[in-house]
C-alpha cells in the first residue's frame, strides 16, 4: 500500500508543476500503473460529477460570450469606487458573490484588477484587498449550488443512501464560509505597512518602474443581452436549488412497475444546458465564442483534472479500504475533525475542491463519519492557496502593480497564507459546531 501510495503521490507532484491538464493525465497514467503493475481494479470513472461541470461550464461560458460577466465586472467596479475605503471588506464579498452565482472561481480573474486598481488608486496596500478576494473566491466554492465541488458531495452522499439535500448543505456551508470570509477580511484590514511607507512600492516609484496607467474594464458592448444572459443563469440557479431542496417537485417516472426520481446530475446537467442553450438563442450570441473564453478553458482543466486525479485516487482508496480504515478507523471515530485535516493536505496536492471530495469521501464515509460532520469539514478542501501557484493566485500577484501582493522569501509566507487559513479554519469550527448545537 505504502509503494502504491508513493507513485499515487509522485503522480500529483508531477501533474502539479506541468500544470494545465498536466494534473489529469498524469493520474491516467499513475491509474495505468495501480491497475496493470499492482493489480488494483479501477473504480467507475466520475462521469456524472465530470457531466455535470461540464453544462455549469457551458452556460458560464455563454453567460461569458454574452457580455454578462462583463456587466457583473462593471457593477462591481462602481460598487468599489463608491466605497474606496471600505475596499478589504467589499472586495471579498464580491469575488465570492461572482463564485456563488458562477459555480467557479476563475471568474475572479475579472474583479482582480479593478480591486488592485481601486486599492491603488485610494493609497490602500492592494495586498489586503487582493489577498482576502481570492480567498473569499475559494470558499465560495464550497458555498456554490452549482460548483463541482459541492454538487460531488452531495450526489456522493446521496448515493451512500444519506437523506441529504442540497438546502441542508447551503444551510451549513454558506454562512459557515462567509463568516470565515469576514475573519480573513478583519485580519487583512491590518496587513503589512501603509502603501506610502511600504519600501517594495517606494523602490518602484523611485526606479520609474510604477506607472499611473490606470486599468480600464471591458465595455459592455450590447447591455441588454448581458443582462438578459445573466438572469437567465440566475434562474437555473435557483431552479438547482429548489430542485435540490424540494424532493416532491422532481419528477418521478415509471418503469417496469417501479418509480425512480429524477438525480440532482440529471436535473443541473438539463438545466444548466438549457441555459447555456436560451442565452444562445436569445442574445444571438456565437456558440464558438463561448469555447473560446476563459471560462471554458479553466471548466475543461478541471474536467481533465477530476477525470484522471479523482479515478486514481478512487481506485488507491477503492483498493486499500481494509487496510486504511484499520489503521485509522479509531481514531478518525475518536476525533472526526482529523479528517478535515486530510482533507485540507489533500487539496493542496490536487488543486480541486471536486477532486479532492471525488478521492477522499468515500473513506470519511467508510469511516461512520456523520454526514452532517462531513458537510462541516467541507471547506477544508479549500487548501489550494497554500503552495503559491494556483492561477488566481499568481494572477493577483501580478495585477499588483505596487508590489505589495507577494510570494514571500521562503515561499510559504505570501500573502494569501494568514487569510487562508484564518477563513478555513473558521468556517469549518462554525460549521462543526452548528452541527453540533442543532443536528445532533
Sequence with gaps: MLIQLFFVLTAIIIGARIGGIGLGVLGGLGLAILTFVFGLEPTSPPIDVMLMIV????????????????????????????????????????????????????????????????????????????????????????????????????????????????????????PCTLMGVLAGALYSLRVGKELADDPEFRRRVAAGEFTSQPYQTTDVKNQRSALVSVIIFILATVGIILFGSMESIRPVFVTGGVESQLGMAYIIEILMLSAAALILIITRTDGLKAAQGSVFNAGMQAVVAIFGIAWMGDTFIAGNMAELKGSIESIVTQMPWLFGIALFLMSILLFSQAATIRALLPLGIALGISPFTL??????????????????????????????????????????????????ATSVILGLVAVQLFVH
Design 375 to 424: 458537510i462541516a469539514l467541507f471547506p477544508a478542501v479549500n487548501g489550494y492557496f497554500f503552495i503559491p501557484n494556483y492561477p488566481t493566485v499568481v494572477a493577483a500577484i501580478n495585477f499588483d502593480r505596487t508590489g505589495t501582493t507577494h510570494i514571500g522569501k521562503y515561499i510559504l509566507n505570501h500573502s494569501f497564507m494568514i487569510p487562508g487559513l484564518i477563513a478555513t
Design 55 to 174: 453544462a455549469v461550464i457551458a452556460a458560464a461560458s455563454c453567460m461569458q460570450a454574452a457580455g454578462g460577466l462583463d456587466l457583473m465586472v462593471k457593477m462591481a467596479e462602481k460598487l468599489l469606487r463608491k466605497n474606496p475605503k471600505q475596499i478589504t471588506i467589499l472586495s471579498p464579498l464580491v469575488t465570492y458573490l461572482f463564485t456563488f452565482v458562477a459555480g467557479t472561481g476563475h471568474v475572479a480573474y475579472s474583479v482582480l484588477p479593478v480591486i488592485a486598481e481601486v486599492a491603488t488608486e485610494t493609497k490602500i496596500r492592494p495586498e489586503r484587498p487582493l489577498g482576502i478576494a481570492v480567498i473569499a473566491s475559494q470558499q465560495a466554492i464550497t458555498a456554490s449550488p452549482i460548483s463541482a465541488a459541492t454538487v460531488a458531495l452531495l450526489s456522493m452522499l446521496t448515493a451512500a443512501g444519506f437523506n441529504i439535500t442540497l438546502l441542508q448543505i447551503l444551510a451549513i456551508t454558506v
